[in-house]
């Protein structure tokens, strides 16, 4: 047995100590004395094992709580991060989510006591956003989307023509070709990786084809020798036009010239248009379908759509999202450098003050989710040595940043001003151990 592992074992507190801990009297209230006990037992194993710092027990076994979902700071400069929810709601969200979390009158009429269209304010408030579409509808999210629209349309074995350029991964290894084809429907690839015409979709129609499907590559982007059809091309000819535009832009946004919108594509001749709610949009998880109005009570009457209904939460928030203040990812977008640095510079005077030495370094920010790859945003961040990642990650409010170049970065973009403080506890709680 080597020095260091005598000298960890050691160090591993003992269970009672650890549950005495003030730090764990809330979650212990909270969840009950068994599942933080479970939590601590695992935590100290892992201590054991040499994965875990002694001093870390108390954040890691918080954070090993099955209890529930647990607030994190975003300090990853990434700002729609799939990992950590993308789309941070709006306080007017978040209110109207708690509103709606009791009874409400989700599919009431209560003037006249009569059922009511399920959502009716909340569908309207995105018709009033994008008045281009003939109707709208809302699932799940934009998989769900794809899915109604493929099964509804195309189900049965009809084919969608889709260029071979636009056959892609949403990440975590789910592939826009497999969902469609779960659905039953038939793949029709035409063109290449790098270019697909109008004429390659116009040979493929025939007395099979459901749709044609043009797909948003919002995750990566192909350059050279390329050329793709327009939407405008598209719907000149015999067959409906699905555009999954995926990030969720309702208009055009000059900051995200390259991301396509749910107006323009409309107008550009779109029959229906896909897209998620949780990205640019700044919303909660959903699916947004705009379209001709046959076509979306087309897709609204098919049996499928009970399956892929939202709850009451998502509209809330969704209504909330599009009739309220400015959203946290929009805010984030357009945080301007120097109000960043500023803010970046108090936190590390506030830390100065505590002892705690960083730095400031010019960094890069990116939509992240999906969305606008070749997008930057030139940002700041504050540099700490690399022990910090785990520590704060796993400290009573998790701080997430990103290592680059053997430097934690801590990017306070898309941070909560009122939540810099916070920053500055935690990393001066976990200072004394990282070193
Ligand atoms: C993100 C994305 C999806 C999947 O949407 P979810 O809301 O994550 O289900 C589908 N297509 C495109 C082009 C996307 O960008």
């Known amino acids: 047995m080597g020095e260091a592992t005598v000298d960890r074992r050691r160090r591993v507190p003992r269970t009672d100590v650890v549950l005495a801990d003030p730090g764990l009297a809330e979650a212990t209230a909270r969840e009950g004395r068994a599942a933080v006990k479970a939590a601590v037992v695992a935590t100290l194993q892992r201590v054991r094992e040499g994965e ?24 990853t400069g990434v700002v729609l991060h799939t990992n ?90 789910f ?14 690839e035409v063109g290449t990786t790098n270019r697909t015409s109008v004429t ?43 555009a999954d535009i995926g990030s969720g832009l309702l208009a055009p946004d000059p900051l995200l010239p390259d991301e396509p919108d749910a107006a323009s594509t409309l107008t550009e001749g779109a029959d229906l248009v896909i897209a998620s709610g949780d990205k640019l949009l700044g919303g909660p998880q959903a699916g947004l379908l ?30 909330a999202t599009l009739t309220g203040p400015a959203t946290p990812t929009w805010e984030a977008l357009r945080l301007a450098p120097e109000e960043l640095l500023a803010r970046t510079r ?17 960094s890069e920010a990116v939509v992240g989710g999906g969305g606008a790859p070749e997008l930057t945003l030139p940002s700041w961040s504050l540099s700490l040595p690399p022990a910090y990642a785990d520590r704060l990650r796993t400290a009573a409010t998790p701080v997430v940043g990103r290592v680059e170049r053997d430097r934690l970065l801590l990017d306070l973009r898309c941070v909560p001003p009122a939540s810099d403080p916070i920053v500055v506890d935690m990393v001066a709680a976990v200072a004394s151990v990282a070193g």
């Open 52 to 75: 875990l710092d002694p001093d870390a027990v108390v954040g890691a076994a918080l954070a090993a709580l099955p209890g529930g979902l647990r607030p994190v700071l975003n300090a």
């Open 84 to 173: 950590l929810g993308r789309a941070a709601l709006s306080p007017a969200a978040r209110d109207a989510v708690s509103a709606a979390a009791g009874h409400t009158d989700v599919e009431l009429d209560l003037t006249t006591g009569r059922r009511a269209k399920r959502g009716r304010t909340a569908l309207a408030a995105l018709h009033r956003a994008v008045p281009d579409a003939g109707d709208v509808h809302v699932v799940n999210n934009g998989a769900a989307a794809l899915v109604l629209a493929a099964t509804a349309l195309a189900g049965g074995g009809r084919e969608i023509i889709v260029s071979r350029g636009e056959m892609v991964e949403i990440g975590d290894g």
């Open 175 to 188: 592939r826009l070709p497999d969902l469609l084809e779960s659905t039953g429907a038939r793949l029709r």
């Open 200 to 242: 390659d979709y116009e040979r493929a129609i025939g007395p099979a084809t459901g749709f044609i499907l043009k797909v948003h590559p919002s995750n990566f982007v192909v350059r050279g020798f390329t050329s793709a059809a327009s939407i405008a091309g598209l719907a000149a000819l015999p067959a409906p036009v699905v």
């Open 290 to 319: 705009l379209g001709t109005a046959p076509l979306i009570e087309r897709l609204r009457r098919h049996p499928l759509a009970r399956a892929l209904r939202v709850d009451k939460l998502t509209l809330a928030a969704l209504q």
């Open 346 to 362: 108090q936190v590390q005077a506030r830390l100065a003050e505590v002892g705690v030495e960083s730095g400031i370094v010019a």
